[in-house]
């Protein structure tokens, strides 16, 4: 694969983030890998949909009847896992999702380390611009950005990540009156997330790093949208 071009500058590294809001709840996923990783990666998808009338670069995440696919998810998932990061937003707070989606995403660029990655983001300039001002406000400086619309059709990390952010936003909804009778969601074991005292349905299927976070400062709506 050749690297990313953006100028005189090449970069053979990437992150890119996906987001999906399902109910209110905010999943923010960053998938991290060098280009020559993607073959591998979209050799996975193709083996994660076998059986499946899901096509890569064709269909997207929301082109799938969930319970019909949940196989489809955790192959993917769990055939990936060391490349993932992600957040959760559990809402109820007022929060407007573009801003979520931004700090979440800046938390998680962060968290894996820009260096000489370009940051691939799923929308227009706009989400560019969030992006930014939540990456200089968190770490007073912002990585090289590349935007892109439907960018799930276009790259095999986009792709990964969009169909892992449905993925865990659909379980947490699936939990959502336990999950909102909680004051605090807790790592206990490594790779498993914990309501109250037991492991949440699924999720231990998989050896993805979760950070959960209410981000609520950082992302107060601004104005009536939403």
């Known amino acids: 694969m050749r690297p990313f071009r953006a100028g005189e500058t090449a970069y053979n590294q990437s992150i890119a983030i996906d987001a999906s809001t ?18 591998e990666i979209l050799d996975s998808l193709y083996a994660a949909a076998e059986g ?49 989606e931004a700090v979440q995403s800046a938390v998680l660029a962060e968290e894996i380390g820009v260096g000489d990655q370009l940051v691939i983001l799923d929308g227009n300039e706009d989400k560019a611009e969030r992006f930014g001002r939540a990456m200089t406000g968190l770490s007073g400086v912002c990585p090289p950005v590349a935007t892109c619309i439907q960018s799930e059709m276009y790259y095999p990390t986009s792709l990964l990540a969009d169909l892992c ?62």
Request: charged residues 25%.
């Open 52 to 100: 499946h009338s899901f096509y890569p670069f064709r269909d997207k995440s929301h082109d799938l009847e969930y319970e019909e696919s949940i196989e489809l998810f955790e192959h993917a998932i769990a055939a990936n896992s060391h490349r993932l990061s992600a957040t959760a937003h559990l809402g109820q707070d007022g929060s407007d999702p573009e801003r979520v």
């Open 165 to 226: 952010a449905s993925h865990l936003a659909y379980q947490i909804t699936t939990h959502v009156t336990a999950l909102k009778s909680l004051p605090l969601l807790r790592l206990r074991k490594k790779n498993t997330i914990i309501i109250g005292d037991r492991p949440t349905m699924g999720w231990s299927l998989y050896q993805t790093r979760f950070r959960l976070s209410q981000s609520n400062s950082a992302a107060q709506k601004p104005s009536a949208r939403g």
């Open 22 to 39: 399902i109910d209110g709840i905010t999943i923010t996923v960053a998938v991290s890998a060098d280009r020559t990783d993607e073959l």
